[in-house]
T-cell receptor, first 115, second 117 residues
């Protein structure tokens, strides 16, 4: 079974600063897909960024980037120039297939961005 | 992206009753999933809703408690049967949509917040 671990239940960061959220996972498979989802207080889950395990290059999406360390099974999310709107729960998720497979989620990290 | 709506957005129910949650997608999708998010917890997959066949349930979830329908490629329902306070959760549906020829992304509905008294 695949497991996803987020070891930081809560974090805070000041506006404009950079914060890194940690995620580790466990799988015996070689091909898989990793995601970070954001769930603001409004509850709608939003995809932040995705990483294919076969890609060595770390994914980036504007202020969001990942540090994907396949050997260490680590997938951290870096948020640069934090904004108040980044306040949310962040979930790391894993799936084995690019199509038609459900996601395994970590327990989440609650991020608070302060003025 | 995908536009997904869920009804109701929230409800308060008495124990022993049942509630049916609807999930509507703006276009046809192959895969639809139902998740449960208990208070302060992460998302747990309940089942995969298969069009034209029975849903596939995860360990710990059974059809008698969580019957699912998938009559077509844009709609699914989840029923929470014989509810108890332990069923108080947010229930979310999600769909897989192919954004590029090699990438499929899961999009989530807004969720249904259920409180069982």
């Amino acid at each position: 079974a695949q497991t996803v671990t987020q070891s930081q239940p809560e974090m805070s960061v000041q506006e404009a600063e950079t914060v890194t959220l940690s995620c580790t996972y466990d799988t015996s498979e070689n091909n898989y897909y990793l995601f970070w989802y954001k769930q603001p207080p409004s509850r709608q889950m939003i995809l932040v960024i995705r990483q294919e395990a076969y890609k060595q290059q770390n994914a980036t999406e504007n202020r969001f980037s990942v540090n994907f360390q396949k050997a260490a099974k680590s997938f951290s999310l870096k948020i640069s120039d934090s904004q108040l709107g980044d306040t949310a729960m962040y979930f790391c998720a894993f799936t084995l297939s690019n199509s038609g497979y459900a996601l395994n989620f970590g327990k989440g990290t609650s991020l608070l961005v302060t003025p | 992206s995908a536009v997904i709506s869920q009804k109701p957005s929230r409800d308060i129910c008495q124990r022993g009753t049942s509630l049916t949650i609807q999930c509507q997608v703006d276009s046809q999708v192959t895969m639809m999933f139902w998740y449960r998010q208990q208070p302060g917890q992460s998302l747990t997959l309940i089942a995969t809703a298969n069009q034209g066949s029975e849903a596939t349930y995860e360990s710990g979830f059974v059809i008698d408690k969580f019957p699912i329908s998938r009559p077509n490629l844009t709609f699914s329902t989840l029923t929470v049967s014989n509810m108890s306070p332990e069923d108080s959760s947010i229930y979310l549906c999600s769909v897989g949509r192919r954004d590029t020829w090699y990438q499929e992304t899961q999009y989530f509905g807004p969720g249904t917040r259920l409180l069982v008294l």
